[in-house]
């Protein structure tokens, strides 16, 4: 079992930015990836970074270097700097880990940006 709580959502103007926070209930270097996907409403859930067991992380090509994910393995949280933010960054944004076949979801947080 895997729990990820997560924090750091908020309102923010377009231009701003912001850090979510995901973390994990065991080591991070143990779970095969940890991301995070957002949903906007009246749309699928996204990818939009992850970070793997050995550290290399992979974006969503549209967020044109934007965001950053980073991890810090001594307090096994998961990092998402998010600058540059736009109106359609406005979603609820889930943490994600992947270990074996399994998924684990947080419970989310909203994050709107607003023009």
């Known amino acids: 079992q895997v729990q990820l709580v997560e924090s750091g959502g908020g309102l923010v103007q377009a231009g701003g930015s912001l850090r979510l926070s995901c973390t994990v209930s065991r080591s991070i270097e143990s779970i095969n990836a940890v991301g995070w996907y957002r949903q906007a409403p009246g749309n699928e859930r996204e990818l939009v970074a992850a970070i793997t067991s050995g550290g290399s992380p992979n974006y969503a090509d549209s967020l044109e270097g934007r965001f950053t994910i980073s991890r810090d393995n001594a307090e096994n949280t998961v990092y998402l700097q998010m600058n540059s933010l736009k109106p359609e960054d406005t979603a609820v944004y889930y943490c994600?880990?992947?270990?074996?076949?399994?998924?684990?979801w947080g419970q989310g947080t909203q994050v709107t940006v607003s023009s």
């Open positions: 994600h880990a992947r270990l074996m076949r399994y998924n684990y």
